[in-house]
Nanobody, 120 residues
Framework: VQLVESGGGSVQPGGSLTLSCAVS????????MGWFRQAPGKAREGVAT???????DYADFVDGRFTISRDNAQSTLYLQMNSLKPEDSAMYYC???????????????WGQGTQVTVSS
C-alpha cells in the first residue's frame, strides 16, 4: 500500500489549496480514506473522512471551509481547503482507514505528508 500526498505549499490567510493523495497497492474503492494533520508539538488530528459511497465526515474546526472528495477510477483522494487560517498550518497526511473514523488509531496506512503553511 502506497499513499503519496502532493499539493501543499505556502499561502496567505484566506487563501486556498487543494491537496491530492495518489493511492496504489490495493483497491481503494473498498476502503474509507481520510485526511489528518499534525502541527509541531501537537498530536495528529483527523480533518475529514470519506467512504467509497461518498459519505463524508469533518472535524468541527473545518466549519465548512474544506471539502474531501475521491476519484475511485483514478484512485485519488482530494482535500480542497478554502479560507485558510494560520492555525491550519501543519503537515497533512492521507490515510486508509478501518474503521472509518476521524481518530488517528483507525489509520492502517499513512502517506509521507505534505506541508501546508498559512502566513502573511
Amino acid at each position: 500500500v502506497q499513499l503519496v500526498e502532493s499539493g501543499g505549499g505556502s499561502v496567505q490567510p484566506g487563501g486556498s489549496l487543494t491537496l491530492s493523495c495518489a493511492v496504489s497497492g490495493y483497491t481503494s474503492r473498498t476502503v474509507c480514506m481520510g485526511w489528518f494533520r499534525q502541527a509541531p508539538g501537537k498530536a495528529r488530528e483527523g480533518v475529514a473522512t470519506i467512504d467509497y459511497d461518498g459519505r463524508t465526515d469533518y472535524a468541527d474546526f473545518v466549519d465548512g471551509r474544506f471539502t474531501i472528495s475521491r476519484d475511485n477510477a483514478q484512485s485519488t483522494l482530494y482535500l480542497q481547503m478554502n479560507s485558510l487560517k494560520p492555525e491550519d498550518s501543519a503537515m497533512y497526511y492521507c490515510a486508509a482507514l478501518y474503521p472509518c473514523s476521524l481518530a488517528a488509531f483507525a489509520a492502517r496506512s499513512w502517506g509521507q505528508g505534505t506541508q501546508v503553511t498559512v502566513s502573511s
